[in-house]
Nanobody, 118 residues
Framework: QVQLVESGGGSAQAGGSLRLSCLVS????????MGWYRQAPGKRRELAAH???????YYLDSVKGRFTISRDDAKSTVYLQMNNLQLEDTGVYYC????????????WGQGTQVTVSS
């Protein structure tokens, strides 16, 4: 059974930083692309960043230059470093194992809350 366990969420002031981590078990981690979705209150879930093993990362325009996604295949972990946080970054962040390689569908973690205050 595949499990994705996020950690590192919390509260930060605008301009501050947080680092999210997601440990994945039960999969052949290295062959799967990984992503971070986020959902702000009252808004649709959106893909903030994703990364394939050995591939170039993708970023949502609004987080480019502030967020960095990375992965450690030896630790089956994906990270999201979030710098210069803005109020609009507030939301629930979900680690996602993107379907299409080992699995046909996306697999999701439980989500972690990120709250940015002024």
């Amino acid at each position: 059974q595949v499990q994705l366990v996020e950690s590192g969420g919390g509260s930060a002031q605008a301009g501050g930083s947080l680092r999210l981590s997601c440990l994945v078990s039960g999969s052949d981690f290295a062959i799967n692309a990984m992503g971070w979705y986020r959902q702000a209150p009252g808004k649709r879930r959106e893909l903030a960043a994703h990364i394939a093993s050995g591939g170039d990362p993708y970023y949502l325009d609004s987080v480019k230059g502030r967020f960095t996604i990375s992965r450690d295949d030896a630790k089956s972990t994906v990270y999201l470093q979030m710098n210069n946080l803005q109020l609009e970054d507030t939301g629930v962040y979900y680690c996602t194992l993107l379907g299409g390689s080992q699995f046909p569908d996306d697999l999701w973690g439980q989500g972690t809350q990120v709250t940015v205050s002024s």
